[in-house]
């Protein structure tokens, strides 16, 4: 039985700004296995990005963790320093951010940018740092290496550029890799390509992956678990089939509704989500997706819904679900 990786806890985190306190992560709890590909998914503002940076210690300023734990490999990440996250940051744990071009320091080669990590968090020589550096390009698909490390970020393609960051990620054969939307401004084929090479490298080196996307296709082909965000709280988890097949949420089942499909009617107009994401200022009361929600409730705008459990691996915070089961346990007389 493979062992927990990383487990959050009811992890709350706000960004203290002039106009208010906006809370980015309100009780966010996410588990994973080693081995696992998660997927975590929602609308922009959901909060999936923040959750990967609470993972990786770079919440910046005037962010700020109140709340809850964040356990990775035998570390408790919420009390670790600085200097203590750069041990395992780029180590243990790693990330390709959503844009490279932005994440690529554009004054030093990219040889430089991958013998930095190389250097930072093993004894290597040069010699040696040289040798995988040129081995890691070559892993992510990169021809030419030599030449290439010699180069400068605006001389590479957007493919290119993230192969490279994906090369800087597994220098050092990371436990964790965290992709933050790492397709978002490739064309289709250079996505599949890169999904492709994420998955082998998973394969090859026995790593986890989160694979932060509002992509539910990219979700649908690589991951095993998937976790639901809306408006910085989780409102659905569970296994990719339970997800697809089985869709609890309302906010689920807006996300599935609105996606094209191949097998779907001629002219079947996709289905929007209507309404508008919530003020995180003020955020409402009860279920944040209440007030774009067909199905909602008096109840749905006053209190947040505790999760029901369906199965082992699946749940969902939903009033709907709540009623569900009270009347079916009243039919059945309990």
């Excluded at 959050?8 to 996410?30: H, M, W, Y």
């Excluded at 009390?79 to 320091?105: A, C, H, W, Y």
């Excluded at 393609?157 to 939307?181: F, N, T, W, Y």
Aim: net charge neutral; glycine share 6%; aromatic share 4%.
């Amino acid at each position: 039985m493979s062992k927990t990786l990383l487990d959050i806890k009811n992890l709350r985190l706000s960004f203290f700004t002039p106009q208010g306190e906006v809370k980015a992560l309100n009780d966010v709890s996410v588990s994973m296995q080693e081995g696992d590909v998660l997927g975590i998914v929602g609308e922009s503002g959901s909060g999936k990005s923040v959750t990967a940076s609470s993972i990786m210690g770079l919440v910046s300023h005037p962010g700020r963790i109140i709340g809850g734990t964040i356990e990775f490999n035998g570390h408790r990440i919420h009390e670790m320093s600085e200097k203590e996250m750069r041990n395992i940051r780029g180590k243990e744990v790693s990330m390709i951010f959503q844009d490279p071009i932005t994440s690529l320091n554009p004054v030093y080669t990219i040889g430089n940018q991958i013998r930095e990590v190389i250097y930072l968090h093993t004894d290597l020589n040069k010699q040696q740092a040289y040798e995988r550096s040129v081995e890691l390009l070559k892993l992510v698909g990169i021809n030419e290496p030599e030449r290439r490390l010699k180069q400068y970020p605006h001389e590479l393609s957007g493919g290119m550029r993230q192969r490279v960051m994906i090369a800087i990620a597994l220098a050092c054969e990371p436990k964790l890799l965290i992709a933050d939307e790492p397709t978002t401004a490739l064309d289709v084929t250079i996505q599949a390509q890169i999904i492709e090479l994420m998955m082998e490298l998973k394969r090859k080196i026995n790593m986890s992956i989160i694979m932060i996307t509002h992509d539910l296709g990219i979700v649908a082909s690589m991951c095993n678990k998937i976790v639901v965000m809306y408006a910085g709280k989780v409102v659905e988890a569970g296994t990719t089939d339970e997800i697809f097949y089985n869709p609890k949420h309302e906010y689920t089942k807006g996300l599935l509704r609105s996606i094209p499909r191949i097998n779907s009617e001629k002219h079947e107009k996709l289905v929007p989500i209507d309404g508008t994401p919530v003020d995180m200022l003020n955020p409402p009361e009860g279920c944040p997706f209440a007030p774009r929600c067909e199905k909602c409730m008096k109840i749905c705008l006053r209190r947040m819904p505790e999760f029901t459990q369906i199965t082992s691996t699946h749940k969902s915070a939903c009033w709907l679900l709540q009623k569900e089961v009270f009347e079916q346990k009243r039919r059945e007389g309990k």
